[in-house]
């Protein structure tokens, strides 16, 4: 094993692990910001349908209002015809549509007075819900301006961390970097790691005694027999 190189290839490796943050964080970046925009529509959308309840609710009581007033229309209309009857029985019938009127007047005016109830109860749903649409607006042209900001950052620290890895790849055996490479695209993580406690730092399993030997030796380069991770002995294992 050469220490120069293994002194590139770990810092090769922060590098390309930085990279590898930078690109996640940055693909994260619009699928937050949609989200965010899917939060403040279905504010708008809860909002559109509390104040559609409340409208809702306005008209069912002006419809029965209405027919309150036909009802009463009705029971003046009755008694007019009640006083020009000739026979007691017409008087009569008169009176048991008079007072049938009434009794539907009484169930409308019930009526109404649920609807009035019902009334203030989505009023209260639709100040909640504008309340709440009224902050997913806000988060939208906050956050997702502060996510663009960030996603900004993400590209020219990434384009800094990048800048300087050709001139590191050129310090290591390609058959080295190649490897490394491969195992770096598998993993996403970690692939030059220390040994702690007679185990590789990558997946802990238990090193051989030769593998340990030959890590510990630093005479050539070693990987894991279980990950295929590179070892080395940093001295704290």
């Known amino acids: 094993m050469n220490a120069p190189q293994l002194k590139s290839l770990l810092k090769l490796q922060k590098n390309d692990l930085t990279l590898i943050q930078l690109k996640k964080e940055a693909q994260n970046v619009p699928?937050?910001?949609?989200?965010?925009?899917?939060?403040?529509?279905?504010?708008?959308?809860?909002?559109?349908?509390?104040?559609?309840?409340?409208?809702?609710c306005e008209n069912a009581i002006k419809q029965i209002e209405l027919e309150v007033e036909t009802a009463k229309e009705q029971i003046n209309k009755y008694k007019t015809q009640q006083m020009q009857a000739r026979t007691n029985e017409e008087y009569k019938a008169f009176e048991k549509e008079i007072a049938t009127a009434g009794g539907k007047i009484g169930e409308l005016e019930d009526r109404e007075l649920l609807e009035m109830t019902r009334l203030d109860e989505v009023k209260a749903e639709w100040a909640k819900a504008l309340e709440v649409e009224k902050a997913a607006e806000a988060q939208v042209a906050t956050e997702v301006q502060e996510l663009e900001e960030r996603l900004n950052v993400i590209r020219s620290t990434f384009a800094d961390v990048k800048e300087g890895r050709e001139e590191l790849v050129a310090q290591i055996d390609k058959e080295i970097t190649t490897r490394y490479m491969q195992l770096l695209n598998k993993n996403q993580n970690a692939v030059i790691v220390p040994i702690r406690q007679k185990s590789c730092g990558g997946c802990h399993m238990t090193?051989?005694?030769q593998t340990l030997h030959d890590a510990?030796?630093?005479?050539?380069?070693?990987?894991?027999?279980?990950?295929?991770?590179y070892l080395y002995d940093d001295g704290e294992g």
Do not use: M, Y
């Not at 949609?34 to 809860?46: F, P, T, Y």
């Not at 510990?216 to 991770?229: A, D, L, M, Y």
């Open 31 to 56: 699928e937050r910001q949609e989200q965010i925009r899917k939060n403040a529509q279905s504010a708008r959308d809860q909002a559109s349908a509390a104040h559609d309840a409340v409208k809702a």
């Open 207 to 209: 090193l051989t005694p």
């Open 216 to 229: 510990h030796s630093q005479q050539k380069w070693t990987v894991c027999n279980f990950c295929g991770r």
